[in-house]
């Protein structure tokens, strides 16, 4: 093996806790180092069982298997020894090693198998009772990460214990960031998002604009009404499309595709494959984009702004009871950091931050052009006529 690593990866590496609990902020590799030593551990010795658990596959897809396969793609070592099955989603080495990845849907779930080493990512979107009956079946160490957008299981059953090691580590800990990347994170201007996502800090944000919201595990089959929200993006800012439905008078929102480096045909892909027919609501500043969507076959509509869009638009989504399925993490994130503005004597202002609010806009743009209609469509006439 010929890898380039961090001080996550040794820090866990020569840990002698059972326990190992990564809170880390945002991109600070930490998911990245925990996958580069479930290879070590391995290739150090044979026939080992290692269980990657996510939240849900399209997760782990998206981010821990995403990483294993990289890394094997990067090492030409990793390449040869591990034979990878895509369908399951196991790579198996020569010397028998298995690392696999994997959900439970439930505690009950969870009892099946057991395991040398166990690693939970995004530890904060899995139940409490999922871990401990994962832990339980854990013959040797087990690693979680996660960011600490606020206090949960980990804190309260985990850190602090016998045999528990915490390491905290934040974007400086990145040896792969680029100098940009750094100075964005290090940028982020309101002091509590700065102490959880620059310094990986246990955070409770508040002035949260979004109370609105609990966790669903998938999107209703019959709905009044269905359109996507889109927010465009391309290298630091990720294009955002959302799922958004109207049933039983609630939204339901999910994530679809949130992505950087997209260009218009791959939206246009993206949208063939996940909701094909439905009508887009897109942001109104790139013209250019949403003409030429429209022209490879997309039904799309840009956003209706105006004078104080934004808050209106805040205004409406805060109106209606919202549910987001458990795999839109990102959307989920948004939610958990999306606050209103401080001025300098510390009260809170009525407008938001300009960060953490792409799939959020998305939903937006659909509460412009959509829900606000509906809603004025139901407001009663006044009996006494107009002045």
């Not at 591990?82 to 994997?102: C, L, P, Y």
């Not at 915490?166 to 750094?182: C, Q, T």
């Not at 022209?295 to 209106?312: V, Y």
Request: charged share 25%; with cysteine.
């Amino acid at each position: 093996m010929n890898i380039q690593t961090s001080c996550i990866y040794k820090a866990n590496l020569e840990s002698t806790c059972r326990v190992n609990v990564n809170q880390g902020g945002t991109s600070s590799g930490k998911t990245y180092s925990l996958i580069q030593l479930l290879f070590t551990l391995a290739v150090a010795d044979p026939m080992q069982v290692i269980t990657v658990v996510g939240q849900d596959v399209p997760n782990l897809k998206k981010g821990a298997y995403r990483d294993a396969k990289t890394i094997l793609a990067r090492d030409e070592f990793l390449w040869s020894f591990f034979n990878v099955n895509e369908t399951d989603r196991v790579m198996t080495g020569q010397n028998g090693s298995v690392i696999e990845f994997t959900s439970y849907k439930d505690a009950q779930d969870a009892k099946s198998g057991k395991r040398d080493y166990l690693f939970v990512n995004e530890a904060n979107g899995i139940s409490y009772e999922v871990y401990w009956q994962l832990a339980m079946r854990t013959r040797k160490k087990i690693f979680i990460d996660y960011n600490p957008n606020a206090r949960f299981w980990a804190h309260e059953n985990l850190i602090g214990r016998e045999g528990v090691k915490l390491i905290i580590s934040d974007h400086r800990h990145n040896p792969f960031l680029s100098k940009e990347e750094h100075d964005k994170i290090e940028g982020i201007e309101d002091e509590e998002l700065w102490k959880v996502y620059a310094r990986g800090k246990t955070g409770q944000i508040m002035g949260l604009i979004y109370r609105n919201w609990d966790i669903v595990d998938k999107m209703p089959d019959t709905y009044k009404q269905r359109w996507c929200g889109l927010d465009f993006g391309f290298t630091n800012d990720p294009t955002s499309l959302i799922d958004v439905r109207l049933s039983g008078g609630e939204l339901y929102l999910d994530e679809l595709v949130y992505s950087t480096g997209m260009l218009n045909n791959d939206i246009y892909e993206a949208y063939k494959s996940l909701c094909n027919g439905i009508l887009v609501i897109a942001d109104s500043a790139e013209p250019k984009s949403i003409a030429e969507l429209r022209n490879l076959g997309m039904r799309i509509e840009p956003a209706i702004k105006g004078r104080d869009s934004i808050k209106n638009g805040i205004d409406i989504l805060k109106r209606y009871k919202i549910h987001v399925t458990r795999r839109s993490i990102n959307l989920r994130k948004e939610l958990l950091s999306y606050k209103w503005k401080v001025d300098r004597d510390g009260s809170t202002t009525n407008k938001p931050i300009d960060s953490y609010n792409h799939g959020l806009d998305s939903c937006r743009y659909v509460a412009l052009n959509q829900l606000l209609i509906k809603r004025q469509a139901k407001r009663p006439k006044s009996k006494l006529g107009t002045i």
